[in-house]
């Protein structure tokens, strides 16, 4: 089963990336998972106020 998965090259202050870091060890994810289950959340925020994005 092929997933699709797209790279994301992201550019950081260092000390944002260290603290992020740690929340992301501290809730027991990896920096990129943690980062994936945020932008779920905040896209589900965005898409109960402004209804769902979809792409045509």
Known sequence: ???DT???TLRIDA????KFR?????NARS???ELEVL??????EF???N????FD
């Open 22 to 26: 740690f929340v992301a060890d501290y």
């Open 31 to 33: 920096a990129n998972r």
């Open 15 to 18: 000390e944002l990336l260290k």
């Open 51 to 54: 209804g769902k994005i979809t």
């Open 6 to 8: 797209a790279k994301f």
């Open 39 to 44: 932008m779920k959340k905040h896209i589900a």
């Open 47 to 49: 898409e109960k106020e």
């Open 1 to 3: 089963m092929a997933i």
